[in-house]
């Protein structure tokens, strides 16, 4: 197949004159696919022995055979599986999500629902450390991916836990106005410096490594959440003063949603 991709940008010069660049940008394009590809294709491949090396230090630790001095060594080796598990499986949905960047699905997600079930998980992952409440005025219905919209509502939720070291109130909000449906969530956390804001969303992009790998992070939450924002025609939105906190907002256009049922 010899088709070509070609882009074009136009610059306009007053009413009759105009500069128009066309680009070939075939090769950049084949490059691209081949190391998402890569990606896909070593991330499916790791999946199996990560699952048995974890299953066989799960029947280790459960046998109560090991040596007594080989139970932290063992400890320790679960949660690095843990983490590689995850950081594979991350790897994988976000080669998934970058394979197409339009419209996903037609599931038909209740915002209130979701809000309440994610809310569920991150008490869970704050074991009560953080006061964490739902402002749900009016149920919405966006049609959309279940699954993608459920990673992105978490990955929020979830950072804001990660990010309060401290503890303190979260709020997960949902509201609509004329220019469509947002999703907020608010910590009282560590906050971001406002250079970093714009990077936020690339893989692998962490403000302080070390804390995000001390909490568990991969580095590709937020570019996960990007990527499914632009399966959706949604956008990301965010605010943040260091030390003080930060809200992270996800905007939905109204031709996504649809009342949902009244409370
Ligand atoms: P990670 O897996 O490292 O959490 P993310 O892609 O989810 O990766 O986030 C990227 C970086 O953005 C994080 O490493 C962290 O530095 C910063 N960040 C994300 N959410 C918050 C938050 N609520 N408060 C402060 N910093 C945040």
Redesign the pocket.
Do not use: Q
């Given at each position: 197949d010899d088709s070509r991709i070609l882009t074009l940008e136009v610059t306009r010069f007053g009413q009759d004159e105009a500069l128009v660049i066309v680009r070939d940008v075939t090769r950049l394009h084949n490059l691209e696919q081949m190391r998402r590809d890569f990606v896909a294709n070593v991330s499916h491949e790791l999946r199996t022995p990560l699952t048995v090396i974890a299953g066989y230090l799960e029947t280790l630790q459960a046998s109560g055979m090991a040596p007594q001095k080989w139970e932290r060594p063992l400890m320790q080796m679960s949660e690095q599986t843990v983490r590689m598990t995850s950081l594979v499986n991350d790897l994988l949905l976000l080669a998934r999500l970058e394979t197409s960047e339009r419209d996903s699905g037609r599931d038909r997600v209740s915002v209130r629902e979701l809000m309440e079930r994610v809310a569920g998980e991150a008490r869970s992952l704050s074991g009560g450390r953080h006061d964490i409440a739902v402002a749900c005025e009016q149920d919405n219905i966006i049609t959309g991916d279940a699954g993608e919209l459920h990673s992105a509502f978490a990955?929020l939720a979830f950072?804001?836990v990660?990010?309060s070291p401290d503890g303190g109130p979260i709020e997960l909000r949902w509201k609509t106005d004329t220019d469509g449906g947002h999703f907020a969530v608010k910590?009282c956390?560590?906050?971001?410096d406002s250079l970093h804001i714009p990077r936020?969303t690339e893989r692998f992009?962490?403000?302080?490594a070390g804390r995000?790998r001390e909490s568990g992070?991969?580095?590709?939450?937020?570019?996960i959440v990007k990527h499914v924002l632009l399966r959706h025609s949604a956008n990301l939105s965010v605010t943040s003063t260091p030390g003080r906190g930060?809200t992270?907002t996800l905007n939905f256009p109204p031709q996504k949603l649809t009342p949902g049922s009244s409370a």
């Open positions: 990955n950072n804001a990660k990010y910590d956390g560590i906050g971001i936020l992009y962490r403000v302080d995000s992070g991969t580095g590709l939450g937020l570019a930060s992270f």
